[in-house]
């Protein structure tokens, strides 16, 4: 689905993106890093496998293994400079370097005959310059760099959680490693025995008993939906991946994970009472909204979280123009506000524990087309309109690991999801992240032309003082 996906220019890529601070070297940490991914190869099997040049019959792309893997297709290394300006007044510049490069990852195609993904690194300037060489042994001396990791890969071989999986596995090796041999070659030779992915569906039983009424699955009509714009390719190159990010502090995280625990509701819940509040009083003539929502197949696959693998499924919810002219009347910012974010978070959840218990993710198995079908499927749906109104996903929770030297080589300071701006499905999707610890980031990513920028830049900024003001009382 995701080859024919890429194929026709649909969809292209997620990214899960550390931001790491370190006072090595940035050569020390470039001869670390390659070891770590070299270790990551040998304990992943999915990071041997990526698009080949051969195809089946029927004109699908095949994933192979590959016998060796060069460093030139899976490592780009970026040094920016302290120079380097902003496009928005409200995020740094590292940000913005690092949000500029996802944006040009998420805009890309994936080469035939290459691994299907990469690992962008950007170095970016120590706050003070670095001490001479006869000091920088001496760890204790050295400022501290920051540097960004992002795992950028093609969604048919990783899931959300395979993106946290990689960076656990990089980070773990990474203390592990006490030195980078200088022996360490490229390409590395695959020398060893690559298993087959673990594919979802030979990990549940299709045979589904069958359901009792009270447990069939929701049935998602095709109610009318903003935005409902025709579905489009861009003329020529014209398709442009975006990425905007909002940072918040600890303490707002905190304040917010606080209030939603009073409430019953989860924090990916809150995210989407928020965003609709928002949309109702920006989108006035909005005949509704369809809210889709992945969530992990890990329970029921058995396979664990440390696996890089893709087995997700998909929820939708829909709130009528009934549930938005209500809301629409009430105060912005006020008591009677609160209460429907709450109700529509509430609903979500609700909506989540029937798609779980209806085993609704085993409806799409069976329902997949062979791959004649599919593309013919999605070529239909150029001309026609828009069935979903945005995306939230929550990664969830990144930590440092927890064994290894007191002084860490690498810290995790924060974690961030991306993907490729949908041009037939959602017209943006929200990510959230965090660290234990640490802020969490939300990223809100869209195709260029399908939503205004204002509007993305207004709804993070709503996003944000929403959540402050849990911390602050008001």
């Keep these: 689905m995701f080859s024919i996906a890429h194929e026709l220019g649909y969809y292209r890529s997620v990214a899960v993106t550390g931001i790491y601070s370190s006072i090595l070297r940035k050569i020390d940490l470039e001869k670390k890093l390659d070891a770590s991914v070299q270790a ?14 051969q195809t089946t019959d029927d004109g699908l792309t095949i994933f192979a293994s590959f016998k060796e893997v060069h460093r030139d297709d899976l490592i780009e290394v970026i040094t920016h400079s302290s120079e380097t300006s902003s496009e928005d007044i409200s995020e740094s510049a590292a940000d913005s370097v690092l949000r500029q490069r996802l944006e040009k990852a998420h805009t890309s195609f994936w080469p035939a005959g290459k691994p299907a993904w990469r690992m962008i690194v950007i170095y970016h300037p120590a706050e003070k310059p670095l001490l001479g060489e006869a000091a920088q042994s001496d760890l204790e001396t050295l400022e501290e760099r920051r540097f960004d990791i992002a795992f950028v890969f093609h969604h048919a071989i990783a899931d959300g959680l395979s993106g946290l999986a990689f960076h656990n596995t990089i980070m773990k ?57 025709i579905i489009s390719l861009p003329p020529g190159n014209g398709y442009r991946s975006r990425v905007h990010m909002a940072i918040l502090p600890p303490e707002t995280l905190g304040s917010s994970l606080k209030f939603c625990k009073s409430r019953g509701i989860t924090l990916t819940g809150y995210l989407h009472g928020l965003i609709c509040v928002f949309l109702s009083r920006e989108i006035a003539e909005a005949p509704g909204f369809r809210l889709v929502t992945p969530y992990s197949l890990r329970q029921f696959t058995k396979i664990s979280v440390q696996d890089i693998a893709f087995h997700a499924a998909s929820m939708a919810m829909y709130l009528p123009e009934s549930d938005l002219a209500t809301i629409r009347k009430t105060q912005p910012q006020s008591s009677e506000e609160r209460e429907h974010v709450v109700q529509i978070a509430k609903e979500f959840s609700a909506s989540m524990a029937r798609e779980v218990a209806a085993a609704s993710y085993i409806d799409e198995l069976r329902e997949v087309p062979d791959a004649i079908e599919f593309r013919k499927s999605a070529l239909g749906i150029l001309g026609k309109r828009r069935t979903k109104s945005y995306e939230i996903s929550n990664l969830g929770v990144g930590q440092n690991p927890t064994t290894g030297p007191d002084v860490k080589p690498m810290v995790l300071q924060r974690l961030m999801m991306t993907q490729s701006g949908s041009i037939t499905g959602h017209a943006f999707s929200v990510n959230c992240a965090s660290v234990r610890g640490g802020p969490l980031t939300l990223s809100i990513t ?29």
Excluded at 174 to 200: C, G, H, Q, T
Excluded at 452 to 472: C, G, N, P, W
């Design 40 to 53: 990551a190869i040998r304990e992943h099997p999915a990071l041997c496998y990526g698009l080949s040049n």
């Design 173 to 229: 090796h990474f203390s592990l490693i006490s030195d980078a041999s200088s022996e360490l070659k490229w390409p590395l030779v695959v020398d060893w025995e690559v298993p087959l992915p673990n594919l979802v569906e030979e990990r549940i039983d299709l045979n589904n008993p069958q359901r009792p009424e009270s447990e069939q699955p929701p049935i998602h009509g095709d109610q009318p939906t903003w935005p409902g714009d």
């Design 446 to 474: 869209w195709s260029n032309g399908v939503v205004e920028d204002e509007l993305i830049r207004s709804l993070s900024l709503h996003l944000e003082r929403s959540m402050e003001r849990l911390s602050t009382g008001e």
